[in-house]
């Protein structure tokens, strides 16, 4: 849904001014309000895990809501622009930047002084993904990588067998034999998944943003979109026009496609959309090493409106480290970002054992690196990424004129 949000977002202006949100009542009990996207089963497991916060702060009360995702950004503009955000909310690493600069988040830095929220316990660096410039602005909930999903039947009878370590030729080499043998196109279309854009630029020390603007160069583009045309045109990816008509289904399970570059949790979706078996595979490499992988993550964070940011953060905490959540909420916001949590929860179906062993294997291998802050603006440039690769891919821009297009676009949204 990353993909789709930030045209829509882009066009709402906000600041964040008037009172904070947030209430309490002459017995001393507190009533913060959290916020979040995600589907009826996400809250179904939240209401549950805010049952057994209650329990344990029977002093604090928490309202919810949850949106889908479009409509919760428009809801959540709506309210800052009135100074009336939620306490608490989920957010994503694309937006930090851009509601830090409109006076949104809370620093929630004084709290972890304060004691009333814990740093310690997260897994592979997480505690360190929220933070920008000194000051923490959210906290993971969970954790996820890029990963290659695979129709494993499909890649069985092919003869391919992915390995850590794979370079991109090898790659292609393996997708133009399911072709060739299997009679179904590779790959789904990597050439307009940003992240995965992203590890290939760090594969060759470079990187999607910089903390202010674009870290590549239109030459770089123009490479990458070059390949991704010619993929096309060769059937080593599948017909866009056909992936457009299976949407929201995605090409794999949809049998257009042997294999999907995607976050590792996602791989849920596709047992219950497709009829085949499915796997995780590591990401091709340049240099046999090198994958530029690094977790990425949910997070929640606070109003800097807020007029109870000791329970907001008592709260976070709660829902970060208490090994019950962890049971309640299982892999539904990615893998545990905390020890505790991680430990607590112990997947007994086969997909979402294959996560936990993925993000596990990307830790003992120490091949995780540390994700660049995106600036300000960053959800519009991953929307133009999108749309423009796939007019490029259908044909109805060159690669020239759509790189072009999206240098342009990013140079407004970002303002360099």
Known sequence: MLKVAGGSLAALG????????????????????YAWWGSDDRAKRINQSIALFEKKYPKIKVKTDFQPYLDFWKKFNTQASGGNPPDVFQNAVGFLRKYDEKNVLLDLSEQVKAGNLRLDGFRAGLEKFGEIDGR???????????????????FEKARVTPRPGWTWDEFHAALATIRDTQGRAGDSGMYGVMYLYDLYLRQHGKAFFTDKGLGFTQADLTDWW????????????????????????SAVAAELAASEFTWDNFTIRYTSEGKSRYGLAP??????????????????????RTKHPKEVAQFIDFMVHDPEVARVMGFDRGVPAT????????PSDPVAQQIAAYEKQLVDTRVLETITPHPSGADVCEAAFLRLAEEMALGKRSVGDAVKQYFTECATALGS
């Open 14 to 33: 906000l600041t964040a001014a008037g009172c904070g949100s947030g209430g309490g009542s002459g017995d001393g009990t507190v009533t913060i309000r």
């Open 339 to 346: 020890t505790a949590q991680y430990e607590a929860f112990k």
């Open 283 to 304: 990401i091709p490499t340049t240099d046999g090493k090198k994958t530029g992988q690094y977790l990425g993550s949910l997070m929640l964070s606070g109003s800097k």
């Open 226 to 249: 070059t390949k991704g045309y010619a993929g096309v045109r060769s059937g080593l990816y599948s017909d866009p026009k056909r992936v457009a008509q299976v949407k929201p289904k």
């Open 136 to 154: 923490l602005l959210g906290v993971p909930v969970g954790s996820n990588s890029m990963a290659l999903v695979i129709d494993q039947a499909v």
